[in-house]
């Protein structure tokens, strides 16, 4: 008879360095009494991440959906802005915190990405950008999106929240788009606290990027454009400087936990990991199960009640979709009859326990609750 966890399993826990070291810089610091506005650790962490990224140009932000409501600013995007239903509410909040109309097309089934089909379906002329995300680190399908961009003039951002380090054969993921946005929230692999950048190769976008997080602010005398207050303070930089240092030994550690959920959960027909095709570099920012309930037996919500029981919390990542919120509900491409696919898909993910600091013992566990899970329902309708 399995017992439940003594300690809460949640989805995540935050990578953390060596309190001691975090202190030291915490007290270089308070020597220099320079809190905020550019200091030396953001210019540090911002030359570091640039390397780490293999990017041209970086510019960190106080969270990522500041980062992406600068994104769009920076690249004076106007009228509607294509984008899935399939991610977190700060995605088509960005769109529409800068006025503009989100338009939600379709995802594709394989990967969870915004579908290029169904892209091209919904351009109209006062579309001026496409937002889609590498939702769970999957890449979208970039060739594809670039060659419709390129035909009908497009700007494209890519949210890159949950892709960290993912490649695409051998490329970086920041390479692609005009822009690309990074989270560094709490609950991501590489995190300041509170945190995010974004990655262009346009040096162009660079003055105005960094214009746009500090108010708009010229100079003393001058404040140019409507600007926000985006900037990352000395704190959380250091928080970041000390994280990065310890990416390359939590991303071994989740590759292990990942191979143990892939070796647990093998043969166990209607459940399957969402995992990279060949040529990926993985993020490992989550792990994401798919479970087809007619071959499984047990829907989706139904394992995540009976694994709370357990005090395992996994989350339905990403219910309900964006086009189901109030405020895009009415919008006629949040019509269910437009995405199918996202439809279908949302009722059916569940994204696991998943941090380096897991333990390989507890991975089987909650495999094994998972499975007892399906035991019992087959032995409730057999006394039925
Ligand atoms: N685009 C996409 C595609 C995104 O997924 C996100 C953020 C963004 C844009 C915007 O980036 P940011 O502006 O956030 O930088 C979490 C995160 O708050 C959010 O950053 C993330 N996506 C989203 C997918 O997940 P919640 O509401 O699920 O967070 P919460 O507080 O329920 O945390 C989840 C679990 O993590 C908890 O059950 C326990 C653990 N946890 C959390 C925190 C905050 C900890 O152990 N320690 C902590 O400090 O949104």
């Known amino acids: 008879m399995l017992k439940p966890f003594p300690k809460p399993i949640y989805v995540t826990r ?3 360095p060596n309190l001691h070291e975090f202190h030291k810089l915490l007290s270089e610091v308070w020597e220099s009494q320079w809190l905020t506005n550019n200091g030396p650790k953001h210019q540090q962490l911002e030359n570091e991440l640039r390397e780490y990224l293999k990017v041209k140009y970086l510019s960190i932000f106080n969270n990522g959906m500041t980062a992406l409501i600068a994104a769009v600013q920076a690249l004076e995007l106007t009228g509607e802005v294509i984008t899935t239903p399939f991610t977190f509410a700060a995605t088509p909040h960005a769109i529409y915190w ?5 338009v939600f097309a379709d995802i594709k089934s394989d990967n ?5 089909l169904s892209i091209e379906k919904h351009i109209t002329k006062k579309t001026s950008a496409i937002l889609a995300v590498h939702v769970f680190g999957q890449p979208c399908d970039v060739v594809a999106i670039d060659k419709i961009a390129k035909k009908h003039k497009l ?4 949210d890159a929240a949950h892709a960290f380090g993912t490649e695409i054969k051998g490329v970086p993921i920041g390479k692609f788009g005009d822009i690309t946005m990074f989270s560094f929230h709490a609950t991501k692999l590489f995190n300041t606290a509170e945190g995010g950048a974004l990655v262009f190769n346009n040096s162009k976008l660079k003055k105005s990027i960094e214009l746009i997080k500090n108010f708009g602010i010229k100079n003393e005398r001058e404040v140019i454009v409507s600007g926000i207050n985006g900037k990352m303070n000395e704190l959380q930089a250091s928080l970041g400087l000390l ?12 590759q292990n936990i990942r191979n143990t959920y892939a070796r647990e959960l093998k043969g166990e027909a209607g459940i399957s990991l969402l995992e990279s095709p060949s040529g990926i570099v993985d993020s490992l920012q989550y792990l994401v199960l798919r479970i087809d309930e007619k071959v499984f037996g047990i829907s989706r919500d139904v394992i995540y009640r009976e694994l709370k029981k357990y005090n395992v919390f996994t989350r339905k990542y990403f219910y309900p979709l964006c086009s189901d919120y109030n405020c895009y509900k009415t919008f006629p491409s949040s019509s269910k009859n437009n995405l199918p696919v996202a439809n279908k898909v949302v009722k059916e993910v569940l994204s696991m326990p998943f941090y380096g600091a897991l333990k390989e013992t507890d991975v089987i566990k909650i495999c094994d609750i998972l499975k007892s899970v399906k035991e019992l329902r087959i032995n409730s309708k057999r006394n039925n």
């Open 243 to 254: 994280n990065l240092r310890e990416i390359k030994s939590e991303r071994i550690k989740r």
């Open 98 to 102: 800068n006025r503009l109309k989100p």
């Open 112 to 116: 969870l990405t915004i579908d290029p």
């Open 155 to 158: 700007k494209v951002i890519y």
């Open 14 to 16: 935050p990578l953390l």
